[in-house]
Structures are given as structure tokens and as C-alpha cells.
């Protein structure tokens, strides 16, 4: 993220799905603390370099690179990389070490386009869903390669869970014909809301974008308002918003995967959307995120391991016919091959993406055998 700000603080991930962590998370979201102290704070990855003393909300602007301005964007990277493996140390007036950084061109991109997120620079734990999260870009990097090289998103309907900022659907929208931004909490939806607002002129978004409070405990499908006037009752869902999220082709989620009940709770949810209306695919990334572990005595991805114990891997994403129960098929998308699109950020080495399928055993195997 460019934050224009040289200044820097340490980066806390959200925590990971070990016991005594997801009972602290737990604690804090139904408020276990007494409010006597002050909530937790953490911080994404994405926004080091940004003053660490900053609170509410904060606009980031983000360049998009197309065609050829990719080509050049990753060079320059490649040369700031070889620079940053043996960085000649500094200090500064006071004596501390100045740190390398990325240098960022000032020069526009000559066939792209910028776009604004609002966001916090830190948050409690309940509200990871103010920040920029890395999954989150590198998300956006996939939705935007398949906007470039194919039509596959094109005259869609969408539905994101977790939006958090909304960057992914604001991006989404580009090209399909409707999408769904979900969350949960009223803080998150109403600054993914000013997203929406934010760029409604700059992203020259031909789609029906609307945000909606989904809590995935509560399950699917979220309870519907008699109301049908647009906002009458805040970002709750008509009977026909539902029954056209529920013939959306392509659910996407970011950074979503941290505590097992959580994830457990996501699962359930998209078992009971991908059961209903027309056949989707989800396209998910995450990011590992490793603690040590006293059971195991090591350095362990607990809430990773979890995820992954939903999937059945297939790089064909076939049902055979043996099954008989249902179950999530996925297979993991070579992030390599998904060139930069969005420049302010470092991908790092965790994240993964996955596509993902649900599959019933009244269904036969191969391309026709998953829900619809």
C-alpha cells in the first residue's frame, strides 16, 4: 500500500485457530472483557509505513497496471528485489537503522486506472474487516487477470463473503452484471458502503453493486425484509436480492480463514448457498499464518491445516461416483502465473488461492458434477 508516510509499526495478523487463542477471540467478540479494557489492536501486513498512532478511517489510493505496463511494473520489482537482498545499512540523525523500501514511481501507468479504498490502519478484532488485508490483493490481482485474459466473469452475478473494504467485488464489477458485497457488523458494512460510494465515478462500474450483512453463524439463507426500497433497512436483504444471490455463478472470499469456529461457521454457510440456485465456483485466497504450538512443539498453520481438512484436492475437480456423502472439491491456483496488477503492495510467500466446488452424491463425475 502507498502510504506517502516513511514512518513504520510492527504488523499483528489476526490470531490463529489454536484453542486458547480462538476462546480469547471468542471472549472479545461477545465482549467477555467487561469493557473495563481496551480492546486489542492489530494490524495488517499491508499497512507498514503507515503512522502507527493513526486512528479512524484512512483512504488509500491504489493503481491498477493493464497490457504492457505489467510487463514494466515486474522488471522494476525484480531490480528493487536484487537492491533489498544486500541494502547498504544506514542510520539515521537519532542513530536508528533506515530500513529499505520499495520505491514507488510516481509516473501514471499509460493504460490503467486508480481506485480509492477507505480503510483503518488498525483495528480490534471483531473489525479485521476495516483493514486491507494481503489475500485481499492478491485476490484482486486473480479477478482482474480473469477480466483481462477471459470472459469467464463477464454477465455475471457475484456474491463476496467477508467483503471487509469490498475492494474485490468494487473490482468484480467492472464486469459482471450484478455482486454482492457481505459482512458482517455494522462499522464494516457501512465503510465497505463508502467504498462503493468512493468509486462509483472512477471504476466506471457497469454492475448492480449492493452490501448486505451476512453472519455466516446464523447460516444461509439470512432472513429477508418485506421491505423492497433500496437502504429502508440498512443492509438487509429483500426475498429477491436473495433469490438473486442464490443463481450468482462465482463467490469469492478474502483472508477469511484465522479461527476454526469461524471457519467451521463459513463452511456450513457455503454448503447451504452452493446447494441452492445455479452452479458456483468459489475463488478463495488466504494467507498461512503460523504460531507455535504447544501440543505439536512446532511452528504449525493451525487454521490452515482446518481449512484444508474441508477439501478434497483434485487438480481435475471431478465427483466420482463412489462418494456418498457430499463434499467441497478444490484445487490450488498457481499464483505465479498471475502476473501484478495492483502495484502498491508485496505478495509475499504464504498466500495461496483455491478454487473450490461443491459436490453431491447424486451427481455424476466430471465437468456437470456439482451442485446447480
Known amino acids: 500500500m502507498r502510504s506517502g508516510i516513511e514512518s513504520s509499526a510492527p504488523s499483528s495478523p489476526p490470531p490463529s ?46 493503481t491498477i497496471y493493464l497490457s504492457h505496463d505489467i510487463a514494466h511494473n515486474r522488471q522494476s520489482h525484480e531490480l528493487d528485489d536484487e537492491a533489498m537482498a544486500s ?32 480503510h ?24 482482474l487477470h480473469k477480466i483481462v485474459s477471459s470472459s469467464e466473469f463477464h454477465g455475471a452475478i457475484a ?14 464489477a467492472r464486469c459482471v ?20 460510494q468512493l468509486n462509483a465515478g472512477l471504476l466506471n462500474c457497469k454492475a448492480a453493486i449492493s452490501v448486505h ?3 455466516w453463524f446464523n447460516g444461509w439463507p439470512p432472513e429477508a425484509s418485506t421491505a423492497e426500497a433500496p437502504f429502508s433497512q440498512g443492509f438487509s436483504w429483500t426475498f429477491r436480492e436473495i433469490e438473486q444471490a442464490e443463481n450468482a455463478s462465482f463467490l469469492l472470499a478474502a483472508d477469511v480463514i484465522y479461527s476454526d469456529d469461524l471457519t467451521d461457521a463459513f463452511f456450513s454457510t457455503l454448503e447451504k448457498l452452493m446447494s441452492r440456485g445455479s452452479r458456483k465456483v468459489l475463488y478463495m485466497a488466504l494467507e ?20 484444508r481438512s474441508y477439501l478434497k484436492v483434485d487438480n481435475e475437480m471431478e465427483c466420482p461416483d463412489s462418494e456418498s456423502m457430499p463434499f467441497f472439491v478444490g484445487k490450488q491456483i498457481d499464483i505465479a502465473q498471475i502476473p501484478q496488477y495492483v502495484r502498491e503492495y508485496e505478495r509475499g510467500h504464504d498466500v495461496e488461492i ?19
Open 354 to 372: 483455491w478454487e473450490i466446488k461443491y459436490c453431491t452424491p447424486r451427481q455424476s463425475s466430471g465437468s456437470e458434477a456439482f451442485m446447480t
Open 120 to 143: 483503518n490502519i488498525t483495528s480490534s478484532i471483531p473489525n479485521v474487516g476495516l483493514q486491507v488485508w494481503r489475500a485481499e490483493l492478491v485476490l484482486s490481482d486473480f479477478v
Open 159 to 172: 456474491l463476496e463473503l467477508g467483503a471487509g473494504t469490498g475492494m474485490v467485488g468494487l473490482l468484480l
Open 17 to 62: 485457530s489454536s484453542e486458547e487463542e480462538t476462546l480469547d477471540m471468542l471472549r472479545k467478540l461477545d465482549g467477555g472483557d467487561g469493557g473495563e479494557e481496551e480492546e486489542e489492536q492489530v494490524m495488517s501486513e499491508v499497512h507498514l509505513g503507515c503512522p502507527p498512532g493513526l486512528s479512524g478511517p484512512y483512504i488509500s489510493h491504489f
Open 213 to 215: 450483512e451476512l453472519d
Open 288 to 307: 498461512k499464518r503460523y504460531n507455535f504450538s504447544l501440543s505439536d512443539l512446532d511452528v504449525v498453520a493451525n487454521g490452515y491445516s482446518h481449512f
Open 177 to 196: 452484471d450484478a455482486v454482492f458485497l457481505t459482512d458482517h457488523g455494522n462499522e464494516t458494512l457501512e465503510n465497505c458502503a463508502k467504498n462503493v
Open 87 to 118: 541494502p547498504i545499512m544506514e542510520l539515521d540523525e537519532d542513530g536508528d537503522l533506515v530500513l529499505p523500501r520499495r520505491a514507488i514511481s510516481s509516473e501514471a501507468p499509460s493504460d490503467g486506472y486508480s481506485f480509492r479504498i477507505q
